[in-house]
């Protein structure tokens, strides 16, 4: 089976495509390389899923997919029969600098996503969501019955965007389509604006980490391998057209799925676990709370549980140690900017 992996040299996309690889699949990915953060890691995990594919699997073209001619060039000749979109403008403080990067990726790309899987008929689009389109909600666990109407950051907002836009494709066109709402996702080939990367550069390096919220802040750290077993599980299911209602409450073929390691820890538990698998205590910090941040993010998961068998098995006592161990490899191989 040939699927079409958006933001393919991305953190997740990249351990999608080297998960769909070793299975035996034919995988298109596609990226636009942009410097949101350096070009020199994308251009990395391109050859890491490479290294991965002994079998010619594996394709990739440079594309921005919130450009629909680009797009309809890129896939021209391809028999895919499956998307999974993970490509976005991501980072809830950069939505604050930068808006219009925003509407043009998460806005207007998931709708070319949503044009290009109409045409082409494919039989499942699984796409990334993301729970900050839970806001400053308090009540824990997030539930995907929860009302998500009052998003704290435009990043938040264009993802609510994405579902409503998936809702409507699923409604008119019965496009079967799975949402998933990320939990703070970590591990190897991660990404440097977030928490695990800049505090353990800055723990190896002798430098102080920047703890926001005075560190009264409630995270539901997902290891990266659990995150890709979510991500085939949704892909291999898709939602049946079958009237009844499913996990978001739509009655046409979408689901909504929270898919996260049901474990909130402290941000103070994160940075001390760093220490010991760095061997070096951190320089703290501590800051108000960041415009767009929220205090707490809880994952409940019984629906993509029960709907696909989904169990997370890494705590972060087991996935940041792994982390900090691929951080210093990569590091002393001279990548790591």
Not at 54 to 74: H, I, K, Q, S, V
Not at 169 to 196: E, K
Not at 281 to 289: G, V, W
């Amino acid at each position: 089976m040939q699927i079409l992996v958006t933001g393919a040299a991305g953190f997740i996309g990249a351990h999608v495509c080297r998960r769909l690889i070793a299975r035996g699949d034919e995988v298109l990915g596609i990226d636009n390389l942009n410097d949101y953060y350096p070009v020199s890691l994308k251009h990395d995990r391109l050859a890491w899923i490479e290294a991965g594919d002994g079998g010619g699997r594996f394709t990739f073209a440079r594309c921005d997919f919130a450009d629909e001619a680009a797009l309809d060039t890129a896939v021209a000749g391809s028999g895919f029969e499956r998307i999974v979109h993970l490509g976005a403008q991501a980072g809830v403080r950069y939505s604050i600098e930068n808006p219009r990067a925003y509407a043009r990726s998460n806005l207007v790309g998931h709708l070319n996503l949503l044009e290009l899987a109409r045409t082409h008929k494919v039989a499942h689009l699984v796409y990334a969501s993301s729970s900050s389109v839970y806001g400053a909600n308090r009540e824990a666990p997030f539930r995907v019955e929860d009302r998500v109407d009052r998003p704290v950051s435009l990043y938040a907002a264009t993802k609510r965007a994405d579902e409503l836009m998936s809702e409507t494709y699923a409604h008119l066109y019965r496009l079967p389509q799975t949402g998933l709402r990320f939990f703070t996702v970590y591990g190897p080939w991660g990404r440097p604006d977030m928490a695990p990367w800049l505090f353990t550069a800055a723990i190896l390096e002798g430098r102080p980490i920047r703890i926001f919220n005075g560190g009264d802040m409630l995270r539901d750290f997902t290891y990266i391998d659990d995150i890709v077993s979510g991500v085939v599980a949704a892909l291999d299911n898709p939602p049946p057209d079958d009237g009844a209602k499913k996990p978001g409450g739509s009655v046409s073929p979408h689901r909504l799925y929270n898919i996260g390691n049901s474990m909130p820890e402290k941000l103070e538990y994160l940075i001390s676990t760093i220490e010991a698998a760095a061997g070096r205590e951190a320089i703290r910090d501590y800051q108000p709370m960041q415009p767009g941040d929220v205090p707490m993010t809880s994952a409940d998961i019984s629906a993509i549980r029960s709907d696909l068998g989904f169990e997370p098995t890494t705590p972060i006592s087991v996935g940041i140690p792994r982390f900090v161990e691929w951080f210093r490899d990569y590091r002393a191989s001279g990548n790591e900017k």
